[in-house]
């Protein structure tokens, strides 16, 4: 002890070292028991509660996955639906349009044949028109020139 004594006071420490250290030893006896030890407990009581809230979280997480996957699905479906409709009534309008072209397109040839036909009438009454008309002027050129000789 007389060694250490020694060793002590070369190192700069006085006498009063024993009663720093009696000093510390209570300090951290103190600090353990009413500081440390409450600290740790609430931290692993804490630790223990945040587990279950982990759990819930990571739980959470996996339900929002798979909450996140149905709706892709019925989104699919939904979209998969509306083309359909889509696709089909489409088709339709294409088909009604058709329909309707075709029966324009009869019209107008209906159209077009009567037009034909009136014309084709007129003319004919035209040219009566003009053998009648050409045959009185013929005979009027033939009275003049047959009352002119």
Known sequence: ????????????????????????????????????????????????????????????????????????NKAREINEKIKSIFEESRKIGTDKAGETLAAAKNDVLAQTEKARTQVESQKASAQKDIAAVSAEVANEISKKLSGAV
């Open 1 to 72: 002890m007389d060694v250490v004594l020694k060793i002590l006071l070369q190192l700069g420490a006085n006498s009063t070292v024993f009663i720093q250290f009696g000093i510390f030893i209570v300090a951290i006896s103190f600090l353990t028991v009413f500081v440390y030890g409450p600290f740790f407990k609430a931290y692993d009581q804490r630790l223990q509660q945040t587990k279950g809230a982990d759990q819930v979280a990571y739980e959470t997480q996996d339900e929002a996955k798979k909450l996140d996957l149905i709706y892709k």
